[in-house]
């Protein structure tokens, strides 16, 4: 039978030192640990590090964008190069993917990518992600690596993506692991303090907001810390981290790519009588939008949000804003079709 596909993430801050450099101790027992998950799953590992492992290489170096995008040029060969050599005594080989944004909002390109990745696991290959740096458009890139992760889960089909980070899981208020969270809502998501590492982008807040669009596209998430014993295979297992358990997910793999890959243009905000019908599953009319937040063109795809502008779906949109705005009669216009929008 064909393997289920399992995400893994590591953080800047869980793959190197306190001194900024490459971890081999924890490259060593993330080996050991995918080698043995590799039996069961089609792996695909998203790791940060790069430019961590190479800002020390760069001369005076003060963390400009020109300056980040070197320090990754320099750390990606570095950290690849050390993945290799901890997985060759297990016969498991890697391959480098360095991804950018528009990879994901170009379905085609996305199918391409998706084809290159079955190709490798054919050959016990496991393909390591990261974002491409060095030439990625400061306007169209990914948030972070957790968003990379999720938009690779959620496009591949995924049964599980494992977030590993320096802390034990999510804390709750009186600052002790949360192990299972049953549903990702405002409360869950209230739960995700500001601060973030040295080292890295994201922080809580980035990984719950990730695993909440992936346990809404049927995905189990797992956010979990790297320094336990076996921490990954017992995460896979859900003996360790926080878990946050997959909802019912009927949506299919071309909405699910619409959810997550296309880039978001537009936002539009309507008013309850919208929102009930969005939920009935009926398309979007003109009638319901209160505010047109920010413009799109037809065919791009924008968010829906409600009063409190909270996210609730998003859109493929039949016109452009500027056809909307100039509608004197919009009781019967279709901004979106129902199969074209999904439900966040």
């Known amino acids: 039978m064909k393997k289920p596909i399992l995400v893994i993430k590591f953080g800047s801050a869980s793959v190197t030192t306190a001194s900024h450099e490459i971890d081999e101790t924890v490259i060593a027992s993330v080996?050991?640990?995918?080698?043995?998950?590799?039996?069961?799953?089609?792996?695909?590992?998203?790791?940060?590090?790069?430019?961590?492992?190479?800002?020390?290489?760069?001369?005076?170096?003060?963390?400009?964008?020109?300056?980040?995008?070197?320090?990754?040029?320099?750390?990606?060969?570095?950290?690849?190069?050390?993945?290799?050599?901890?997985?060759?005594?297990?016969?498991?080989?890697?391959?480098?993917?360095?991804?950018?944004?528009?990879?994901?909002?170009?379905?085609?390109?996305?199918?391409?990518?998706?084809?290159?990745?079955?190709?490798?696991?054919?050959?016990?290959?496991?393909?390591?992600?990261?974002?491409?740096?060095?030439?990625?458009?400061?306007?169209?890139?990914?948030?972070?690596?957790?968003?990379?992760?999720?938009?690779?889960?959620?496009?591949?089909?995924?049964?599980?993506?494992?977030?590993?980070?320096?802390?034990?899981?999510?804390?709750?208020?009186?600052?002790?692991?949360?192990?299972?969270?049953?549903?990702?809502?405002?409360?869950?998501?209230?739960?995700?303090?500001?601060?973030?590492?040295?080292?890295?982008?994201?922080?809580?807040?980035?990984?719950?907001?990730f695993a909440r669009l992936a346990t809404q596209m049927g995905i189990k998430a797992v956010i979990f810390g790297i320094k336990s014993e076996n921490a990954i295979i017992n995460a896979v297992e859900g003996k360790t981290g926080t878990v946050c358990l997959a909802q019912n997910s009927n949506i299919s793999a071309r909405n699910k790519w619409l959810a997550s890959g296309s880039i978001i243009k537009g936002q539009v905000q309507v008013d309850d009588g919208a929102v009930k019908a969005l939920l009935k599953r009926h398309s979007l009319l003109a009638v319901g939008v209160q505010k047109l937040l920010r413009h799109f063109e037809a065919g791009e795809v924008f968010e829906i949000v409600d009063a409190e502008k909270t996210v609730i779906a998003v859109a493929k949109s039949k016109l452009d804003s500027h056809t909307l705005t100039q509608q004197e009669n919009k009781q019967n216009i279709e901004i979106a079709h129902a199969d074209d929008i999904v439900l966040i």
């Open 31 to 209: 080996a050991q640990q995918v080698s043995f998950l590799s039996k069961s799953y089609n792996i695909v590992l998203v790791s940060s590090g790069a430019v961590a492992a190479g800002k020390k290489k760069l001369v005076n170096y003060k963390g400009t964008l020109s300056e980040k995008k070197a320090a990754a040029a320099v750390g990606n060969p570095l950290l690849l190069q050390t993945y290799s050599r901890y997985f060759l005594p297990y016969g498991v080989s890697i391959a480098q993917s360095l991804c950018e944004r528009h990879h994901f909002s170009n379905r085609n390109q996305f199918l391409q990518l998706k084809k290159t990745y079955e190709q490798l696991w054919k050959s016990n290959i496991i393909p390591v992600a990261n974002e491409n740096d060095v030439v990625s458009n400061l306007e169209i890139k990914f948030s972070d690596n957790d968003e990379l992760a999720t938009l690779i889960a959620v496009g591949f089909g995924a049964q599980m993506v494992l977030y590993c980070t320096s802390v034990p899981g999510v804390y709750d208020d009186n600052g002790k692991v949360i192990s299972e969270i049953p549903l990702i809502d405002r409360a869950a998501l209230s739960l995700a303090k500001k601060e973030k590492s040295s080292v890295g982008l994201g922080g809580m807040t980035s990984k719950l907001t």
